[in-house]
């Protein structure tokens, strides 16, 4: 095909940062030591029939102890940033009460070995790991798991604030919420409609009261975020039917955090379309408000589009929207909207490769959050990644997948959108949440034999993006 050769070289901002992310459970292992104790994942991947192979996080890629090497990896790359999370069972085992000084002595050594190479953390205080006595105190569908949460937020502040500038409070509520309580694919694995909204708005108000909690502690300099899986829902036509299944998808997926984060309030079409399931009388005097903190940045996460049109009466079994298989919808309220398979060439999760999605996401936040500042803290593919007999890892169609979202996230800059950085899923294949390690997104190729980490030529090809802040031509594969 004829590629257009650009004319200017496709080149990013000298301040731009360049990282990589990743979470605790997916990476660090050592589940038991230094006080540790279980989270609803370690329940969850423990429970037989729910991760791929019963997988679990157990020893994971054993982070824990080699977070030295890791780093030094970063480092030969030339990469500027890392994203990683905080265990909140290894700061505060029950979630409530004194932080246990063990546990966030192993964040302090990781911040202190990353600022050494030149590395900014950037801290995410939730993905997904809250402590199974608070899940067993009801969780998230509690209002009391926000109190606990701001409490939590407080102590790692305290502990990490004068080092760390980037925070982020909570990692993609939308899976917490609607995969962890409606579809059940996700820990706790609970399936109950009502349950997930109510989740939804008691992490919006962890959030709210995570933000303040941080701000009582840090210096003023140090900036707060959150990371959403904002979902870019496309429709099969323009017909009012199949736009209508659009709205209350885009509520769903985007309106129902954003709306009271960004706006302070709940989209209208939001609490019409769920008033079957919920009043939403757990939403207090003051809660929007207490939501509708200053954000200093937004964080978007993005992987795939969304296809949607309006359904011929219910849907039953399993459902085309790429977020694993349940008989139970994490959608509430939208049994009258179904989902197709975008067309286009897939990656190994089966989630199309759809760059202008991510134009289209970042344009689209541009405009809902004028002057915020704007961060992709997670895109990346799986692929099947296999080591020659050379020894070498050869992943073209991960490099041409970067290659393709990188020059979206320069054409939304070029567009006037405040893009200030970008953080590869994933620094090294990990566990992969209910796919176990059987799906691979790292651009270091972990042999699970024996943990041996081996650069990928995609890790080669973004150091070189990372270093030198321009954007190759992609390498024919
Ligand atoms: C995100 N979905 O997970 C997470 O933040 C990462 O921990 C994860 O490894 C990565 O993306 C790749 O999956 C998601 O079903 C899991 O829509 C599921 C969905 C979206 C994101």
Same mark, same amino acid.
């Given at each position: 095909s004829e590629s257009a050769q650009p004319v200017t070289p496709v080149t990013f901002p000298s301040s731009f940062l360049w990282g990589t992310a990743t979470s605790a459970y997916q990476i660090e292992g050592a589940v038991r030591e230094g006080g540790r104790t279980p989270s609803i994942w370690d329940t969850f991947s423990h429970t037989p029939g729910k991760t791929a192979d019963g997988d679990t996080g157990d020893i994971a890629v054993d982070h824990y102890h080699r977070y030295r090497d890791d780093v030094?990896?970063?480092?030969?790359? @030339?990469?500027?940033?890392?994203?990683?999370?905080?265990?909140?069972?290894?700061?505060? *085992?029950?979630?409530?009460?004194?932080?246990?000084?063990? @546990? %966030?002595?192993?964040?302090?050594?990781?911040?202190?070995?990353?600022?050494?190479?030149?590395?900014? *953390?950037?801290?995410?205080?939730?993905?997904?790991? %809250? *402590?199974?006595? %608070?899940?067993?105190?009801?969780?998230? *569908?509690?209002?009391?798991?926000?109190?606990?949460?701001?409490?939590?937020?407080?102590?790692? @502040?305290?502990?990490? @604030?004068?080092?760390?500038?980037?925070?982020?409070?909570?990692n993609e509520p939308w899976c917490c919420a609607f995969l962890g309580y409606g579809s059940g694919v996700h820990a706790p694995g609970r399936t109950d409609h009502l349950a997930s909204l109510r989740a939804a708005h008691h992490l919006n108000l962890a959030h709210g009261l995570g933000i303040q909690a941080l701000r009582s502690v840090m210096p003023a300099r140090n900036t707060i975020a959150v990371s959403l899986n904002s979902s870019v829902v496309r429709t099969v036509s323009q017909d009012p039917a199949d736009l209508a299944a659009a709205q209350k998808i885009d509520d769903l997926a985007n309106g129902v955090f954003h709306g009271p984060m960004l706006h302070g309030e709940y989209p209208a079409t939001l609490l019409e379309a769920t008033s079957s399931i919920t009043d939403w009388s757990y939403v207090l005097d003051g809660d929007l408000r207490t939501i509708n903190q200053r954000l200093d940045a937004l964080g978007l996460n993005y992987y795939t589009s969304t296809l949607v049109s309006a359904a011929d009466g219910a849907v039953k079994g399993p459902r085309a929207d790429g977020h694993g298989e349940s008989e139970y919808s994490p959608w509430p309220g939208a049994d009258d909207v179904a989902f197709h398979q975008t067309p286009g060439e897939r990656t190994r999760m089966g989630w199309t490769v759809d760059p202008d999605g991510m134009h289209e996401l970042i344009m689209r936040y541009s405009r809902e959050a004028p002057g915020l500042p704007l961060y992709i803290t997670e895109n990346g593919a799986a692929y099947e990644d296999k080591v020659d007999a050379d020894g070498r890892v050869h992943d073209p169609e991960r490099i041409a997948y970067l290659h393709s979202h990188l020059t979206a996230v320069h054409r939304a800059i070029a567009d006037g959108a405040d893009v200030r950085g970008y953080f590869l899923w994933s620094l090294m294949d990990n566990f992969e949440w209910a796919y176990g390690y059987a799906k691979r997104f790292g651009v270091i190729h972990i042999d699970y034999a024996t943990l041996k980490r081996t650069l990928k030529s995609s890790a080669r090809w973004y150091g070189q993006v990372a270093r030198t802040g321009v954007l190759p031509e992609v390498p024919a594969a």
């Open positions: 030094a990896l970063m480092a030969d790359l @030339g990469l500027n940033a890392y994203r990683f999370s905080v265990s909140w069972p290894r700061v505060q *085992p029950t979630g409530r009460g004194p932080a246990v000084q063990v @546990g %966030l002595d192993f964040y302090r050594r990781l911040v202190d070995e990353l600022l050494s190479h030149g590395i900014k *953390p950037v801290v995410t205080l939730y993905h997904w790991d %809250l *402590p199974q006595e %608070l899940e067993d105190a009801g969780g998230w *569908p509690e209002r009391d798991t926000a109190l606990r949460f701001a409490e939590y937020a407080r102590i790692v @502040g305290e502990a990490l @604030g004068d080092r760390v500038e980037h925070w982020i409070t909570l």
